[in-house]
């Protein structure tokens, strides 16, 4: 009988384990069903997590049923560009090389060789050269035509996608082919970058009614630094003889947000709104305001501007101007009020979006947050309107055609010898117009074009000979109106060849003190402002 019931017991314990074993099974089973669903409800439901598994499931489906060979990256590239390219034209991603880009602005430092730079029909002009840069100790010069570098022919490309291939690491090798003036075979140049400073103020300096005249192109790191350091070297040691003090933005793109608001506390005495930022979420929502004393005793303060100077650039206009502070010289500035971040993601690349919207004392915003399109923006107006004549349709002309440096750089010494307005500078004006003519410049206007295309028009068809002639008669009128340009702009040619010629045999500093801060419009007009003579101005 225990035999018996031992046996039973031993038969028994499986059929047990069995049936608790279904049970609890059963239980997951239902369990994993209510979770699948729920996980399967929640991810159709939660839209950011639905659309990139609409992407997954698309790659997968033709990864499984498409006949022919594609590039899932490539797929991947584009289906992230079509994104970016819905929102606005300061979102962007960014390869890992323009990633790069971004930490040289953020570290105020960069690998190249040290010049700038400008588009070419041939390739990048160098405009101006380093003393201290690896491209001077070479022998580059400015004017030169860098229409190669190492293998990639820089003929129509974007000097800003340019500037890559001519940074890179420190100690990193860089091969350039260069076209210069007067020679008919080009030159290489091996060269080796170098880790060189931003410069951002090429120039500040006392003009000869002593203003403090300074020159902004970035707001890059370092920028508040360098200005500070300006203030005390000029303004101090002249704080009791100093008139007024031009704060020059033209073409400035802007840079570092803390830069500009930085700057501008320079200027400011404590509690006025520099600039506010305003964007979706809460962290987002910030206000900056001035902390110290105006570091230059409340003199006046011009800040030229021009449909060139954004961003930052912007930040520290409108809050000189909107407290009151200072006035604006120019033209109506670009037109960007908005603040991008920067995202890095593993593999070197990153990307920058726009997340807010800046504005100024009384809510004055850039980017009017009721606008439709987020990226449109009229600008700051000045408060005296004054157009660089460097952006008149002639002068752009003439210096695209590179004549003005190439006649410069043939008589360097004796053209930096003379004053542009003195006596000698008719002379060297109708050497200069032989030479062009010569070089076969021909400058044609619009209204030039509009007139030969009347012309065209009264020869066809059955146009009565008094229209034809009066046609013609307008052509010739427009012609010669586009001959007379070159005496129109005689001053702006003369001042224009002395500046280039000061520059290139003394440098920068020298070409600004006596080329450019006697005779350039907006200058006299500042100060003319600080001394309260403008009724001359306008005479």
Same mark, same amino acid.
């Given at each position: 009988?225990?035999?018996?019931?031992?046996?039973?017991?031993?038969?028994?314990?499986?059929?047990?384990?069995?049936?608790?074993?279904?049970?609890?099974?059963?239980?997951?089973?239902?369990?994993?069903?209510?979770?699948?669903?729920?996980?399967?409800?929640?991810?159709?439901?939660?839209?950011?997590?639905?659309?990139?598994?609409?992407?997954?499931?698309?790659?997968?489906?033709?990864?499984?049923?498409?006949?022919?060979?594609?590039?899932?990256?490539?797929?991947?590239?584009?289906?992230?560009?079509?994104?970016?390219?819905?929102?606005?034209?300061?979102?962007?991603?960014?390869?890992?090389?323009?990633?790069?880009?971004?930490?040289?602005?953020?570290? *105020?430092?960069?690998? +190249?060789?040290? $010049?700038?730079?400008?588009?070419? %029909?041939?390739? @990048?002009?160098?405009?101006? &050269? /380093? !003393?201290?840069?690896?491209?001077?100790?070479?022998?580059?010069?400015?004017?030169?035509?860098?229409?190669?570098?190492?293998?990639?022919?820089?003929?129509?490309?974007?000097?800003?996608?340019?500037?890559?291939?001519?940074?890179?690491?420190? *100690?990193?090798?860089? +091969?350039?082919? $260069?076209?210069?003036?007067?020679? %008919?075979?080009? @030159?290489?140049?091996?060269? &080796? /970058? !170098?880790?060189?400073?931003?410069?951002?103020?090429?120039?500040?300096?006392?003009?000869?009614?002593?203003?403090?005249?300074?020159?902004?192109?970035?707001?890059?790191?370092?920028?508040?630094?360098?200005?500070?350091?300006?203030?005390?070297?000029?303004?101090?040691?002249?704080?009791?003889?100093?008139?007024?003090?031009?704060?020059?933005?033209?073409?400035?793109?802007?840079?570092?947000?803390?830069?500009?608001?930085?700057?501008?506390?320079?200027?400011?005495?404590?509690?006025?709104?520099?600039?506010?930022?305003?964007?979706?979420?809460?962290?987002?929502?910030?206000?900056?305001?001035?902390?110290?004393?105006?570091?230059?005793?409340?003199?006046?303060?011009?800040?030229?501007?021009?449909?060139?100077?954004?961003?930052?650039?912007?930040?520290?206009?409108?809050?000189?101007?909107?407290?009151?502070?200072?006035?604006?010289?120019?033209?109506?500035?670009?037109?960007?009020?908005?603040?991008?971040?920067?995202?890095?993601?593993?593999?070197?690349?990153?990307?920058?979006?726009?997340?807010?919207?800046?504005?100024?004392?009384?809510?004055?915003?850039?980017?009017?947050?009721?606008?439709?399109?987020?990226?449109?923006?009229?600008?700051?107006?000045?408060?005296?309107?004054?157009?660089?004549?460097?952006?008149?349709?002639?002068?752009?002309?003439?210096?695209?055609?590179?004549?003005?440096?190439?006649?410069?750089?043939?008589?360097?010494?004796?053209?930096?010898?003379?004053?542009?307005?003195?006596?000698?500078?008719?002379?060297?004006?109708?050497?200069?117009?032989?030479?062009?003519?010569?070089?076969?410049?021909?400058?044609?206007?619009?209204?030039?074009?509009?007139?030969?295309?009347?012309?065209?028009?009264?020869?066809?068809?059955?146009?009565?000979?008094?229209?034809?002639?009066?046609?013609?008669?307008?052509?010739?009128?427009?012609?010669?109106?586009?001959?007379?340009?070159?005496?129109?702009?005689?001053?702006?040619?003369?001042?224009?060849?002395?500046?280039?010629?000061?520059?290139?045999?003394?440098?920068?500093?020298?070409?600004?003190?006596?080329?450019?801060?006697?005779?350039?419009?907006?200058?006299?007009?500042?100060?003319?402002?600080?001394?309260?003579?403008?009724?001359?101005?306008?005479?």
């Amino acid at each position: 009988m225990p035999a018996k019931e031992a046996e039973d017991k031993v038969t028994s314990a499986p059929e047990k384990i069995s049936r608790e074993s279904f049970v609890w099974g059963l239980a997951l089973f239902f369990t994993l069903i209510l979770m699948t669903t729920g996980a399967t409800y929640f991810i159709l439901s939660e839209k950011n997590l639905y659309y990139p598994l609409r992407l997954s499931y698309t790659l997968e489906y033709i990864r499984y049923l498409y006949p022919e060979d594609y590039d899932a990256n490539r797929l991947i590239d584009l289906a992230r560009e079509a994104v970016i390219d819905k929102l606005d034209r300061y979102s962007g991603y960014l390869e890992p090389r323009e990633m790069d880009r971004v930490d040289e602005e953020f570290s *105020g430092v960069y690998g +190249g060789i040290g $010049i700038t730079i400008i588009g070419h %029909e041939r390739g @990048l002009m160098i405009m101006s &050269v /380093r !003393e201290d840069g690896p491209a001077s100790r070479k022998g580059l010069r400015t004017g030169d035509i860098i229409i190669r570098a190492d293998t990639v022919d820089l003929a129509g490309i974007n000097p800003y996608r340019a500037t890559y291939l001519l940074r890179g690491p420190a *100690g990193s090798k860089l +091969g350039l082919t $260069i076209a210069r003036q007067h020679l %008919e075979d080009t @030159l290489t140049f091996d060269l &080796v /970058r !170098e880790t060189l400073p931003l410069i951002h103020i090429p120039y500040a300096g006392l003009t000869r009614n002593n203003s403090v005249y300074i020159r902004i192109i970035d707001f890059e790191a370092g920028l508040t630094h360098d200005l500070a350091a300006v203030l005390d070297s000029l303004y101090e040691p002249n704080r009791d003889s100093v008139g007024g003090i031009i704060l020059d933005l033209r073409g400035n793109p802007g840079g570092l947000l803390e830069e500009a608001y930085r700057s501008a506390d320079l200027f400011l005495d404590g509690g006025h709104l520099i600039v506010g930022i305003k964007g979706r979420s809460r962290w987002f929502n910030v206000a900056y305001h001035s902390s110290g004393s105006d570091r230059t005793n409340n003199t006046p303060i011009i800040v030229v501007v021009d449909d060139g100077s954004a961003s930052a650039a912007e930040i520290l206009a409108g809050a000189l101007k909107y407290a009151d502070r200072a006035v604006l010289v120019g033209d109506t500035t670009f037109g960007k009020g908005l603040v991008q971040e920067y995202s890095g993601h593993t593999d070197g690349s990153g990307l920058r979006l726009t997340t807010s919207r800046y504005y100024f004392e009384g809510g004055i915003f850039l980017n009017d947050p009721e606008a439709e399109v987020i990226d449109s923006a009229g600008g700051i107006p000045p408060d005296y309107f004054l157009r660089d004549i460097e952006t008149e349709a002639f002068p752009l002309a003439l210096e695209n055609s590179g004549l003005l440096r190439e006649f410069a750089s043939g008589y360097r010494d004796e053209l930096a010898a003379y004053a542009p307005l003195s006596a000698g500078s008719a002379e060297w004006f109708s050497r200069f117009m032989s030479f062009a003519d010569e070089k076969g410049f021909a400058y044609i206007s619009k209204t030039t074009e509009l007139a030969l295309l009347v012309r065209e028009i009264a020869s066809m068809g059955n146009n009565t000979p008094p229209t034809t002639s009066q046609a013609e008669k307008i052509f010739e009128l427009a012609v010669n109106n586009d001959r007379d340009q070159f005496d129109r702009y005689r001053d702006y040619i003369s001042q224009r060849l002395f500046q280039i010629s000061l520059e290139l045999k003394y440098g920068t500093a020298r070409s600004y003190r006596e080329a450019i801060l006697p005779y350039r419009a907006d200058i006299r007009f500042a100060e003319k402002y600080f001394n309260n003579d403008l009724e001359s101005e306008s005479n």
